[in-house]
């Protein structure tokens, strides 16, 4: 499982690629980043341990939502303390390493920036609404080596477009995806989002989610071999020490 437990962090902070270290590993994944110094805007992955799951009144008031950029609606990580944040613009790639090639799970939820923007609305941002059937979707796609999808999972962020309101969410908790269904001979994951909120210029919901616990194993073929693998060497080594 990549939970981000490798990495060090102050209690209560963050890691946004300040550093232009161009990305992080975590259980032996990369997840890239990319900061931009004149800005001090980041895009792509970082990683958190804050545990804030509430916006200020005096936030709320004025819809000053961007400080919570770095925390969970659910309030802190899904496994151990830290987890990573997602910023897709237009579409985002997970590279998976050679051992990694089958993925099962991952846990998803909204980064608390997202989920008060669309629960109150902002200067950005609508507030959503079943009379508008609104929707914020992360879709997670598995590429092959030749970067053609093999197939996709939807995850419904928050969805107002059932009749039955009872059925709305914005989601508020820590929520596993199943991903079996992508099959063997995954090398990428692509995260792409979109929403309901659309403006001229794309769109309008902040395009965040928080991810933990990702877990991939290796396709059945490569499995065996490194079984295979291991077997021979502990039979050499049974022979060497029979031989001495």
């Not at 919570?68 to 944040?85: C, I, L």
């Not at 709305?168 to 063997?184: A, F, M, N, Q, S």
């Not at 995954?186 to 309901?196: I, P, R, Y």
Request: aromatic letters at 12%; proline letters at 3%; zero cysteines.
């Amino acid at each position: 499982m990549v939970d981000f437990g490798d990495l060090s962090l102050a209690a209560e902070s963050y890691y946004n690629g300040a550093d232009e270290a161009g990305g992080f590993t975590s259980g032996g994944v990369f997840f890239p980043n990319n900061y931009n110094s004149m800005w001090d805007v980041w895009q792509d992955f970082v990683y958190s341990n804050r545990t804030t799951s509430e916006v200020s009144a005096a936030d709320l008031a004025s819809g000053n939502f961007l400080p919570y950029q770095y925390e969970t609606r659910a309030g802190g990580a899904f496994a151990g303390e830290n987890f990573a944040v997602a910023f897709v613009g237009g579409s985002l790639r997970l590279d998976l390493p050679a051992e990694r090639r089958e993925p099962q799970s991952m846990a998803v939820t909204n980064v608390l920036y997202a989920w008060a923007s669309m629960t109150h609305g902002d200067s950005f941002s609508k507030q959503f609404t079943a009379e508008d059937e609104d929707f914020f979707r992360l879709t997670i796609r598995g590429l092959d080596a030749a970067e053609a999808a093999i197939g996709e999972v939807e995850v419904w962020l928050a969805d107002f477009r059932a009749a039955d309101a009872g059925e709305h969410i914005i989601l508020d908790e820590w929520t596993v995806v199943d991903l079996t269904t992508l099959g063997g001979g995954v090398h990428s994951l692509e995260f792409t989002m979109d929403s309901s909120d659309v403006g001229d210029f794309g769109m309008n919901t902040p395009a965040f989610f928080a991810m933990d616990g990702l877990v991939a194993v290796p396709e059945p073929r490569l499995a065996a071999l490194v079984f295979g693998l291991a077997a021979l060497s502990g039979a050499l080594a049974l022979r060497r020490r029979r031989k001495a």
